[in-house]
Nanobody, 126 residues
């Protein structure tokens, strides 16, 4: 069983940047696909980004494409989400998770992920 711990959230102003981290323990995640989801106030959890285990395929929600970049450091068992040009609508709790899929648009489906972290709050003020 893998444990995931997200960090790096905070309060920023619109246009600023943040980098979220997701550290895994309990088992290596270097050979699995990882993803980020978020849940805004009063909203359902939604897909943000995913990266395959070797990092050469990444998937992004249209709402963050061009602003967010997901990366991974397999020796450190950590994935990152670099967020730039943040908007108030990016305000949410951000979660990382593990998927058993190796790639494809099915990664945008929450049900294809497991081993969720507790989340980290990102608040963007206007």
């Amino acid at each position: 069983q893998v444990q995931l711990v997200e960090s790096g959230g905070g309060v920023v102003q619109a246009g600023e940047s943040l980098r979220l981290s997701c550290a895994a323990s309990g088992r290596t995640v270097s050979s699995v696909t990882m993803g980020w989801f978020r849940q805004g106030p009063g909203k359902e959890r939604e897909f943000v980004a995913a990266i395959t285990w070797y990092g050469n395929r990444q998937y992004y929600a249209d709402s963050v494409k061009g602003r967010f970049t997901m990366s991974r450091d397999n020796p450190q068992n950590t994935v990152y989400l670099q967020m730039t040009s943040l908007k108030p609508e990016d305000t949410a709790v951000y979660y990382c998770a593990v998927s058993g899929l190796s790639g494809g648009i099915s990664l945008m489906v929450e049900g294809n992920f497991n081993s969720w972290g507790q989340g980290t709050q990102v608040t963007v003020s206007s």
